[in-house]
């Protein structure tokens, strides 16, 4: 478990980019704990906010405090590096230096979709949201969401009527649900399921938590339904960092028109997946299962034959992309797109081209069918063109 020192520093800074640049320069919290006013003020990238919190005369009394309530409320706090840590936080650049948890973490092989969409929604909105995430979790589908208004908690709720598993992931501090209307949803989750924040105990609920902990939705999601937005929704926020984590985005279409509808048609004109049926998603969501768990058993096996057969495996990566004909420049395209779904501009820092040369390269996979185009910008290979892996 993380120990009070690790608490007291999620509670202290607001992002987990500070954390990590923090670390990099006092090596643990407790030398963050220990640092004077100066050697904290020489770290320029803090906000006076946070080193004010840092530098507080109080803190050890504030640590205190912070320990107490984690210990009293049944509240885990896990550390990145320990054992109960969220395994798909760790691809994450921004990885959270601390995850605090109420409530069990579902099994990490069960399918997970993430539920997003306005915080107002029409009659239609809170239907649609409850037949979906009610019936997806009562097959078995772990609904993620943001336990907000709308239907964050619609989905919540609708999961749980449904005896299903649920999770909840906070932009404020575990203990402090936003907003107080879904209180007694909050305790409910917390008995029949699982509330989580990278936040400390007793961290405000602001602004700019929301967007940022949109990033951990989609992680911990294999897929995103996006109910209701309007145009310029927060959830697109949500939808981009999925696209970005290669996840599917699943759309329910709504009137043309109607401005809490505009989103969503936009994202089913760049490519995401309309669907009318929560069977659609149910189906993708088993196969993603199916080959996580193939790809864990291959994994194994390898691992067992990995001494006796590491030439081969050497000769295999030379090999790949030979199969498919592949000019040096369009290998190293394909390559990155292989890894995930990549951006445009993602595509151009890794690879050294030209924007020109790039665009070129492009056009040219998609041509011969290896990559597609998700959404605009966004390119991820196609499965075909004789490779599958």
């Known amino acids: 478990m993380a120990d009070s020192y690790d608490c007291w520093l999620a509670c202290a800074v607001n992002t987990a980019e500070h954390i990590e640049k923090l670390l990099s320069h006092f090596q643990t919290a407790k030398e963050v704990f220990e640092a004077d006013e100066k050697e904290i003020r020489a770290q320029s990238f803090l ?23 984690v210990g009293q409320n049944g509240i885990r706090a896990v550390r990145f590096d320990e054992e109960g840590y969220p395994e ?55 609904i993620i969401s943001g336990v907000a208004m709308g239907i964050d908690g619609i989905s919540h709720k ?37 509330v989580m924040s990278e936040y400390g105990p007793g961290v405000p609920p602001l602004k700019y938590h929301f967007p940022h902990r949109n990033r951990l939705i989609s992680a911990l999601s294999d897929g995103i339904l996006v109910v209701e937005a309007a145009e310029r929704s927060g959830t697109l926020i949500t939808v981009d960092r999925g696209l970005e984590q290669g996840k599917e985005i699943y759309v329910i279409p709504g009137r043309i028109g109607d401005r809490m509808s505009a989103g969503c048609l936009q994202l089913i004109k760049q490519g995401a997946r309309l669907v009318t049926d929560p069977y659609e998603i149910a189906s993708d969501l088993a196969k993603i299962v199916q080959n996580r768990l193939q790809n864990e058993t291959n994994r194994e096996e390898g691992v067992k034959k990995s001494k006796n057969s590491k030439q081969t495996i050497e000769l ?29 501009d993602s595509l151009l820092q890794g690879s050294g081209l030209s924007v020109a040369r790039l665009s070129e390269i492009l056009f040219g996979l998609q041509s011969k069918g290896l990559i597609r185009q998700t959404v605009p910008n966004y390119y991820s290979v196609t499965g075909f063109g004789g490779y599958n892996g």
């Open 47 to 69: 906000g006076e906010a946070e080193i004010a919190y840092l530098t507080d005369p109080r803190k050890e009394s504030n640590m205190e405090m912070q320990s107490r309530f």
């Open 316 to 344: 295999s990566k030379k090999s790949e992309n030979g199969n498919l004909g592949l000019a040096s420049d369009e290998k190293v395209v394909y390559d990155l797109c292989r890894l995930d779904t990549r951006h445009f």
């Open 158 to 194: 609708a999961a749980l009527q449904a005896g299903g598993m649920t999770v909840g992931i906070l932009g404020s501090g575990i203990g402090v649900p936003y907003p107080k209307e879904n209180w007694t949803l909050y305790r409910e989750m917390c008995e029949k399921g699982c």
């Open 88 to 142: 798909r936080f760790l691809s994450l650049a921004d990885r959270p230096y601390c995850i605090f948890l109420q409530g069990k973490l579902p099994d990490k092989e069960l399918p997970a979709l993430a539920v997003v969409g306005s915080r107002r929604p029409s009659i239609y909105g809170e239907e649609m949201t409850e037949d979906f995430a009610g019936a997806l979790a009562g097959a078995g589908v772990v």
